[in-house]
């Protein structure tokens, strides 16, 4: 049993305290819809990650995925400067369709689901392609992809996005990676953890992200009761909903016996919410550590038990991110 990391296989025991869903280096994708997302400064994520470990935490997965962000090069210096010290996971697959020129890309043009899946099965048992499949050359290193990431659009699972979990699951199937699925704020999770199991995945070993946008706890329970898990990524981010609906939605949950479900991240994927981007550019920002130094004692504040606190940061994540057998 083991956790890929980007500097190689550890035991599950060894992840520690993890962010399920982060961001460090993003080029390429969402920043043309806004700059915001332009996070290429392998010294600004280093200090982010600085800052995490300081703070207590230990793992970060990192949610950048094929054609939308991810930098290989770029995460590999990161990774390789936190050796022995931080267990940084990466992804392979997609994120949802809108952004991608789907008519055209090799999901779509390449009919046979099976060779889509070798792509994937590549990255997670050779090694990550340093152009992240962006053109004809495939260039490997010796890292490989710890998780496999899907996506699906606000209100809807578009043609695009039932291909890729289909190949999210096959892929698990095949290597027994786990997977991580964007679900738009929070719509369509239980109809994905649902479709997930369809194509064949182990849900014990999928997490749906996103899902505290729709802060409905009825629903977040209704997803958990098909086994699934979720991640509540995001708190410091008063404009969407305060903290405090999530604790109390986090406390509900866990006096309904759902605590071996539940993952928690910061999500902190613009240079805005970064410490070590905004310092910068001379400016304060709460950053990653966050999610330790003010959500974690909030939930303390509102009745959370230690042991579901150290479930949802350290047990659930190590459980999630070891490949099945």
């Avoid at 890292?143 to 043609?159: M, V």
């Avoid at 240079?271 to 709460?286: H, I, N, P, W």
Wanted: overall charge negative; proline content about 4%; some cysteine.
């Amino acid at each position: 049993m083991f956790i890929r990391t980007l500097t190689g296989d550890i035991a599950p025991e060894e992840l520690g305290v993890c962010d399920s869903h982060e961001h460090l280096i993003r080029s390429g994708g969402e920043e043309t819809r806004d700059p915001d997302f332009v996070m290429d400064s392998v010294e600004a994520a280093k200090k982010e990650v600085g800052y995490w470990l300081a703070a207590g935490g230990r793992a970060m997965v990192l949610m950048d995925s094929l054609g939308c962000g991810r930098n290989v090069p770029k995460i590999l210096e990161v990774a390789e400067a936190y050796r022995g010290k931080a267990n940084l996971i990466l992804t392979t697959g997609f994120h949802k369709a809108d952004f991608y020129d789907v008519p055209v890309h090799w999901m779509t043009t390449v009919r046979e689901i099976d060779t889509c899946v070798d792509l994937l099965a590549a990255e997670v048992e050779e090694g990550l392609d340093i152009h992240s499949y962006n053109g004809p050359v495939v260039q490997r290193v010796e890292a490989r992809a710890g998780i496999i990431k899907a996506g699906t659009s606000y209100g809807a699972i578009q043609a695009f996005e039932y291909k890729t979990l289909r190949a999210a699951a096959l892929t698990q199937q095949r290597t027994g990676c786990p997977i991580s699925v964007h679900t738009q704020l929070g719509t369509m999770a239980y109809e994905t953890a649902n479709l997930l199991r369809e194509y064949g995945a182990d849900l014990s070993h999928v997490m749906l992200c996103h899902v505290h946008k729709n802060p409905d706890k009825y629903y977040h329970k209704k997803i958990m009761e098909t086994g699934v898990n979720i991640c509540y990524d995001g708190p410091d981010r008063a404009k969407y909903f305060p903290d405090a609906l999530y604790a109390e939605n986090l406390k509900w949950l866990v006096d309904q016996g759902f605590q071996k479900q539940i993952l928690l991240s910061m999500d902190a994927g613009r240079a805005s919410y970064q410490r070590g981007y905004m310092e910068e550019k001379d400016r304060t920002v709460l950053g990653v550590s966050y999610l330790l130094e003010r959500f974690v004692p909030l939930l303390r504040e509102v009745g959370v038990p230690d042991d579901a606190i150290n479930d949802m940061l350290v047990s659930n994540p190590a459980r999630v991110l070891t490949f099945r057998q």
